[in-house]
């Protein structure tokens, strides 16, 4: 399994990013894939998550509103576009997998909101 997350960088508040992530090494269409995130002294939390088929979704209270996950099974990829960015949304971004009781995880992507 390998997941690879792109998209971050610095944004003022109130802009938008889109995050991505590429999947490879398993049946990327048959399993719920979600985003975390990971603040500067603060635990890995989930932000947004998403069925295999891409019709069910959960989001973190935080993000309700303002962050939108989606994914594309022909191209082995799963989106993140986060709009009203704030400076608390600051934080490592990860791609998951959860299969057979194990997680899977990318590098990350840093999304940084400041002025």
């Known amino acids: 399994v390998t997941l690879v997350e792109s998209g971050g960088g610095l944004v003022e508040p109130g802009g938008a990013l889109r995050l991505s992530c590429r999947a490879s090494?398993?049946?990327?269409?048959?399993?719920?894939m979600s985003w975390y995130r990971q603040a500067p002294g603060k635990e890995r939390e989930l932000v947004a998550g998403l069925s295999s088929a891409g019709d069910s979704t959960n989001y973190a209270d935080s993000v309700k509103g303002r962050f939108t996950i989606s994914r594309d099974n022909a191209k082995n990829r799963v989106y993140l576009q986060m709009n009203s960015l704030k400076p608390e949304d600051t934080a490592v971004y990860f791609c998951?997998?959860?299969?057979?009781?194990?997680?899977?995880w990318g590098k990350g992507t840093l999304v940084t909101v400041s002025s």
């Open positions: 090494g398993f049946t990327f269409s048959s399993y719920g």
């Open positions: 998951n997998l959860r299969r057979w009781g194990l997680d899977y």
